[in-house]
Nanobody
């Protein structure tokens, strides 16, 4: 059974930094994809970044490009989201998700992922 647990959310001031962690336990095959999504109340959940754990290929959305970096430690089955130069609009609940690789579906689609964490709150104040 696969379990996804994210942590690291906090309240910070604009311009600050946070690093979120996502631990994927259980067997996921020889390679798998991990993504970060975020959600603000009243809006749809949106993909932020994704990484293929062994291969290393990664993607981020345009709105965080140059500020956020997705990293991984394969030996620890852990993916990280390093968030710098945080803005108030980055506020939301951040979710980690894990899915099989390879698959045909886009990294930005929630249906690409089979397992989800409980979410961790990130709040950025002015």
């Amino acid at each position: 059974q696969v379990q996804v647990v994210e942590s690291g959310g906090d309240s910070v001031q604009a311009g600050g930094s946070l690093q979120l962690s996502c631990v994927v336990s259980g067997y996921m095959g020889s390679d798998y994809r991990v993504a970060w999504f975020r959600q603000v109340p009243g809006t749809e959940r949106e993909a932020v970044a994704a990484v293929i754990m062994r291969h290393g290929g990664n993607s981020v959305i345009d709105s965080v490009k140059g500020r956020f970096t997705i990293l991984r430690d394969v030996a620890k089955n852990t993916a990280y989201l390093q968030m710098n130069s945080l803005k108030p609009e980055d506020t939301g609940i951040y979710y980690c998700a894990a899915g099989r690789w390879p698959v045909r579906s886009s990294w930005e689609l929630a249906v690409s992922y089979d397992y989800w964490g409980q979410g961790t709150q990130v709040t950025v104040s002015s």
